[in-house]
């Protein structure tokens, strides 16, 4: 005897608002005294045996799910309903239907039914009042949930510790919460819409660096009993793909085999940077990350990460750093503080992770840490927890790395934290949105997924001596006219995205890009392009003289700089670049190597780049080249041509004494002709002072 999760929605939501209408007329009967406990017996239906058998043939089967715990109690709602429809006068019945919609997608209308219960008997269960207490907090009634919440306390004896301390808590949550919601976070809260949220729970939002693609899990019944998990008697975990098209998300896909795999869980936990690794979780074992890499348009085969990052406790969230080298990721292993503690990896010259460290006792509590994501400057965590100062069921935490050490975490504040659960919060690399799951809002049913709006500060009303030519403008149009979207504070930020194409058929490559930063001669960043497209995108962080290399296959490399050391600000760069053929008569720009002014001798920052062109000469052993250099037009043509020749010099030097052949390598100089842009500007004579790179023999 199982109702299905669709039938189960169909029936709450049709009879939704004329039995909440009714309700409301027998509260106030209720609680003036008019109305008298009606319990179900038999001597109470003399006139109606028809009706007192289906009512407790209702009751029974709602009473089959409630037994079953809290997992099940959205499942007794319509057969409770049904049986309080007969006899709204029943203090049991309106108690049950109550606690249900605590843990239900009616959690707000849960307050209605145990008004009346209590109002007909005040000791209609022992819980009646913590109850009661639980639908005043999760409607921000803060005075109301305490009295409440007070009142259930005095019944407890001192024995019941856990149950003491719980209450305790609850009461802070809701001083917390009356606080943070005195002084609102300025953001505005939207339901990313119906192509993706249904009356189905929808969560784990993943989101590309660009904000074009969200995966997102789901829980949407397909129709067989074999996709029933019987934990919770829901449709199993799958996950699911959108676009952002046009201005709106496009109709959501499920991702399929192999991602999503039967007869188990399966949840987006986390997304690489480039957006061509996807991490799982899967439910298998006590639940376990797997990652898959987008391969022509298609998912691999997932594949579970290895220990020390998979334990024999629960992993379900990771966020990764830019460079791909330090991973923070969630796990109820033995030796944390609480249920879900978040820990930190990081990996070595080979890939090899390290032994987690837990963050500590400053962000991970006794409760439970959920949904990790770090920001791309590498120093601004994001998480949610039911510890800290929350207000109520999960809430959205950020701490920030600095000086060693991380910051006491700060919650979000209301409206984007609510007293229920808030959670999977990520954010594109503009700052000026965020995505997360909240359950506790007007959305399409259960959890759904929602985009948050941050705004400036709010501009002060201005006095005006025009009379008014609107009638009936409220302060809100107000506030919305006067405030635009404004990116979180973070550090400046840049995103770099584009394609990659055969520079002769045009063709969408597989490649890779380094990212360099080439001060420090270090590594920031390595990712694909998207195998179909040939598409690319990737988060910078200003302040940093980036060297960029793209490599592919029977193709030369490509070299381009990107020097952001003085941008202050966002900014979006789209870079598309085209490969040349590894032929004879090929060529391409190095611009990652350097030279001092007027000087011929080799700067550290081109390591990088002439170790790339050593890689390139060793890989393809017969291969020959010409190092050709060029300057701009200013100065004597004579010096020029000798400048440009000794730079070219420079670097087959260095190439020869590294290894490679004399018989391979040949220099020339060009002085200023050939230029590539005007000289008549300071940005074109730094584009002609370069060297290329030539294939002269195969």
Known sequence: MRMSYTVYSQQMYSRKVSRLLLTLCFVSFALLGWAQDKEFVKKNFKDDKKGYRKAM????KGDSYYLLGAHFYHFAIPYYMSAEKFNPNSATINYKIGKCMIYSSMKTHAAT???????????????????LARAYHLTMNWDKAKLQYSTYLQTLTPEQTRQITDVRKKIDECNNGKLLSQSPTRAFIDNVGTTINTQYPEYSPEISSDGSKMIYTARIPNGSKKSIDEKDGQSFENIFISYYKNGKWSPAENLGTPVNKGKSNNAAAGISPDGQTLYIYHSSRNGDIYQTHLDNNEWTKPQKMAKP??????????????DGKTMYFVSDRLGGYGMGDIYKSTADGEGNWSDPQNLGAAINTQYDEKGVFLQPDGNTL???????????????????????HWSSPENLGYPVNTPGDDIFFVMPSDGKHAYYSSDLRSGSGDMDIYMITFLGAEKPMMVSTTPNTLSGITSHIADVMSTEAVAVPLANRAILSGIVVDSETHTPLFASIELVDNKKNTSVSHFNTDSLTGKYVVTLVSGVNYGITVKADKHLFYSANLDLTDSTHYHEIVKNIAMQPLEVGSHVALRNIFFDYDKSSLRKESAGELVRIIDLLHKYPTLKIEIDGYTDDKGAVDYNMALSTSRAQSVINYLKTHGIAPGRLTAKGFGAANPVASNATDAGRQLNRRTEFKITGK
């Open 57 to 60: 043939d209702s009751i029974k």
């Open 113 to 131: 039914y145990l008004e009346i219960a209590i109002s007909l008997n005040a000791d209609v269960a022992p819980d009646a009042h913590y109850c």
């Open 309 to 322: 990052i998979n334990s024999d406790g629960k992993e379900t969230s990771i966020t990764f750093s830019r």
């Open 382 to 404: 994001y998480f949610s927890s039911t510890g800290h100062n929350t207000m109520g069921g999960y809430d959205v935490f950020k701490t920030v790395y600095d000086s060693g």
